[in-house]
């Protein structure tokens, strides 16, 4: 499968807990971002990143959320210390890089977290 | 900054009929827009985009919009209607390569007998 990879699909944790959301992009594709998707709601967005850098964290809240996107590896968006307010799906996204970019965004099939 | 708004939030339309899915826009800059269709449980995925080529963009499943830059809009249409098109519609805008998606509040669309 050669499109953008999320996991856990499903994922409980208790109030007070860490949640981690792993995403692999589409091969060839450079850039992440992650977005939020609350009940009844439209995404919002979280956070862009590159390989090693964040480029756009403005959509993150200030505490408890953190996200990476390592050298080698999956990019990871992680909570610390959940409250029933995190319960949402969360979605990652790639593009490719600059060249022949339009802007488009690939989407995985989202991580759906659900707080006790 | 900018925006996109989505007029209704549930649109209902019988087998057959019309389907418009209304999308406004705000942008200091030529944006790239997209509709994307999200079916219940899964992840988005891209219906059309308009990259400052046509303004009428055809995309996948019979649908279509067309930009027009004097009334800032996007809207969606589909001459007759599916039960398999219920789901809830995105237009999200872009203002440039690699930058983030800005998505509206989506209109969840369903389709009667």
């Known amino acids: 499968n050669a499109g953008v990879m999320q996991n856990p699909r499903h994922l409980v944790r208790r109030r007070g807990q860490e949640a981690r959301l792993r995403c692999s992009p589409m091969k060839g594709h450079s850039h992440v971002y992650w977005y939020r998707q609350l009940p009844e709601e439209g995404l919002k967005f979280m956070v862009y990143?590159?390989?090693?850098?964040?480029?756009?964290e403005s959509g993150m809240p200030k505490e408890r959320f953190s996200a990476e996107f390592p050298k080698e590896g999956p990019s990871i968006l992680r909570i610390q210390q959940v409250v029933r307010g995190d319960s949402a799906a969360y979605f990652c996204a790639s593009s490719p890089p600059r060249t022949g970019n339009t802007g488009e965004l690939f989407f995985g099939e989202g991580s759906r977290l659900t707080v006790l | 900054a900018q925006s996109v708004t989505q007029l209704g939030s549930h649109v209902s339309v019988s087998e057959g009929a019309l389907v418009l899915l209304r999308c406004n826009y705000s942008s200091s800059v030529p944006p790239y827009l997209f509709w994307y269709v999200q079916y219940p449980n899964q992840g988005l995925q891209l219906l059309l985009k308009?990259?400052?080529?046509?303004?009428l963009v055809k995309g996948i499943n019979g649908f279509e919009a067309e930009f027009k830059k004097s009334e800032t809009s996007f809207h969606l249409t589909k001459p007759s209607a599916h039960m398999s098109d219920a789901a809830e519609y995105f237009c999200?805008?872009?203002?440039?390569?690699?930058?983030?998606?800005?998505f509206g509040t989506g209109t969840r669309l369903q389709v009667t007998l």
């Open positions: 999200a805008l872009s203002t440039g390569t690699a930058s983030k998606l800005t």
């Open positions: 308009y990259t400052s080529a046509a303004t």
């Open positions: 990143l590159q390989k090693e850098n964040i480029i756009d």
